[in-house]
């Protein structure tokens, strides 16, 4: 008997049964910085401010009416946590059904009052366009630029353990046959060109989401590349650097309206 077969029988069925059943591991995952509670408006806080923003590498934290994470620009190094616990904390629940955005300026926390109204709409659009996609979709994925840890999170969706296609998800070659569009990386200026190509080969309905810090902000090298809506319209803003496997399930889900009207902030 091969090896293999001996390890199927001492491990048992291995897959998640996430998003029907909930799953440990699913939010034990470290997401984004977020602003410690009752910290953001606080007098000292204000006073600090310049001294608050040079803490982050990727100009993530902003103080302006109140201190601020974007966490479309955080790449979860830990250094604003290590200096101020006081201040920051790692988000949790990276994976639930608010950890990816259908508007951008929904990852910045605390929230701007006026995003509600938008996320609203955004839904309820993405919903009407993506109705046909329900059953299986065909998802084409692009690297514009990325450091390759997005794509490895990406290479776990087909194994065993997260089995992408028990949820109808399939990874195509072509655009012609592609529903979604999953871009990782900063948007490098030689890869904007085919990554249009790319989007506008792909028949509608269809729906970009952008992965990681990197695509969603430029990440790291955001002083000289802005990530991937330069060059097609993203739907769905993935946070992370980088994001879980379930988060990639998450944001596939709330592109496909899966998750229901309340799904995705
Ligand atoms: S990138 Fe680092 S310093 Fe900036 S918000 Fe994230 S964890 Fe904090």
């Known amino acids: 008997m091969s090896i293999w077969v001996l390890r199927g029988l001492r491990d048992g069925v291995v897959t998640t049964r996430w998003p029907r059943k909930p799953d440990q591991y699913a939010d034990s995952w470290r997401g984004p910085a977020i602003v410690a509670s ?5 007098e000292a806080v204000m006073a600090e401010g310049a001294e608050l923003e040079w803490l982050c590498p990727t100009g993530a934290i902003e103080v302006i009416d109140q201190l601020r994470v974007d ?26 059904p608010t950890a990816a955005a259908v508007v951008r300026p929904a990852l910045v926390v605390p929230a701007q009052p006026e995003t509600d109204q938008a996320v609203a709409a955004a839904r ?46 399939f990874f195509t070659a072509s655009p012609r046959h592609a529903d979604v569009l999953l871009v990782t990386g900063a948007g490098t200026v030689g890869m904007s060109g085919p990554l249009r ?21 430029g990440g790291l090298l955001s002083d000289r590349l802005s990530g991937v809506a330069g060059s097609v319209p993203v739907d769905v803003w993935v946070p992370g650097s980088p994001p879980s496997p379930f ?3 998450n944001a596939l889900l709330i592109a496909t309206g899966r998750l229901g009207p309340e799904a995705g902030r």
Do not use: N
């Open 38 to 42: 009752g910290a953001a408006t606080s």
């Open 247 to 249: 988060a990639l399930l």
């Open 71 to 96: 966490q479309g620009r955080c790449i979860l190094c830990g250094r604003c946590i290590a200096a101020r616990p006081d201040l920051f904390a790692w988000s949790a629940g990276a994976t639930g």
């Open 197 to 217: 190509t790319t989007y506008e080969g792909m028949p509608d309905p269809k729906v970009v989401i952008a992965v990681g810090a990197d695509a969603v902000s």
């Open 124 to 169: 309820t659009a993405l919903a009407r366009r993506t109705a046909a996609l329900r059953r299986s979709v065909h998802v084409r994925h692009v690297d514009a630029g990325s450091d390759g840890s997005e794509e490895w999170e990406i290479q776990a969706l087909l194994g065993p353990v997260y089995d992408v296609h028990r949820l109808g998800v």
